[in-house]
């Protein structure tokens, strides 16, 4: 670890430890659960185009409520970090947040796959916040990388894409059941959104590719994933941060926004997007890095606490730890 990332890290001895929370699925029950995972999927998609949209939601909040209950392992994930994070809430209240979690992504799930129930009420179900600093960005002829986050319901930048007929690219995990996956493409894709899977052949030239056509990039850097990361404080806690946003930027030049989407009363979203400020120094490309994404990580501490209950606690942010 560099100085500068030592500096930054030494007094940081708050890592959290996830050991009860290990998922034990063997082997022999592989076939069964993906197969169970097709299954549900193509019920759930049959279920979502007989119902209303306000009706979806509210199942969808039902299905969270079910998932708090029943899903301990998750639950354990969500109230330790939001203790870790949010030490000033009591029990009681940390708690009703992650409660409120679980019925927001559970009306996350139903939605998307009711996807074409609100593209129905579009936009009259959509408000936007600072559309000029977007079409600004893509005034400079450069790309446009744009940051999201798993809040909200980040889903319906797809729809945005299609409604505002500006073309973007967004980066996405493949889903380990091989037939959700395709029928997960099928539904985030449509003429002006493209989907990258991330790790398969020729992945890096698609993505420069898109800067170079002048298109949106969308990545998401807010997760403890397997790629190329490095360590750098997450609300005051070292934490394996993606790269990729921050070797773009410096790469490209391209401006860099983030967007959230976030849930309103009465069914609505609000899609808001912001400028992220960087200027490049004379330091070594790696201190560059790791100053970026420290720029990147405080702007999504500032996104997730406008709506901490629509963020995703229930994944472990701090799994890896620098020392392993």
């Not at 989907?195 to 997760?223: C, F, M, W, Y």
Request: charged fraction near 25%; include cysteine.
């Amino acid at each position: 670890m560099k100085d500068l990332e030592t500096a930054e890290l030494k007094d940081l001895e708050q890592a959290l430890h996830y050991e009860e929370f290990r998922k034990h699925r063997p082997d022999s029950t592989r076939i069964f659960r993906r197969n169970a995972e097709y299954l549900l999927y193509l019920l759930g998609t049959w279920l979502a185009d007989r119902f209303e949209l306000k009706h979806l939601q509210v199942a969808g909040r039902f299905i969270g409520k079910l998932a708090y209950r029943f899903f301990p392992k998750e639950r354990g994930i969500a109230l330790m970090q939001l203790g870790k994070i949010h030490p000033e809430l009591s029990p009681a209240q940390r708690e009703s947040w992650c409660r409120e979690c679980f019925s927001h992504f559970g009306q996350l799930l139903t939605e998307f796959l009711g996807m074409q129930k609100i593209e129905e009420h579009w936009p009259h179900c959509l408000d936007i916040e600072n559309e000029e600093i977007l079409q600004e960005a893509l005034a400079q002829q450069k790309g446009v990388l744009l940051m999201a986050l798993h809040q909200g319901n980040w889903e319906l930048i797809s729809l945005y894409a299609k409604h505002a007929r500006i073309k973007m690219n967004a980066t996405t995990a493949n889903f380990p059941e091989a037939r959700v996956n395709e029928k997960l493409l099928q539904r985030r894709e449509n003429q002006w959104m493209s989907i990258i899977r991330r790790g398969e052949p020729g992945t890096v030239s698609k993505l420069l590719g898109s800067l170079r056509n002048h298109e949106v990039l969308i990545l998401a850097i807010d997760q403890d994933t397997n790629v190329p990361s490095n360590w750098v404080p997450f609300f005051g806690i070292p934490a394996k941060t993606p790269l990729g946003l921050a070797k773009l930027a410096l790469k490209s030049g391209a401006p860099v926004l983030s967007y959230a989407i976030l849930r309103q009363p009465e069914g609505r979203f609000k899609l808001i997007f912001e400028k992220i400020d960087h200027h490049p120094e004379t330091v070594s490309s790696e201190d560059q890095l790791f100053r970026l994404n420290r720029i990147l990580n405080r702007h999504l501490e500032q996104m997730i606490e406008r709506e901490p209950k629509q963020w995703a606690w229930i994944h472990r942010r701090w799994r890896h730890q620098p020392d392993e």
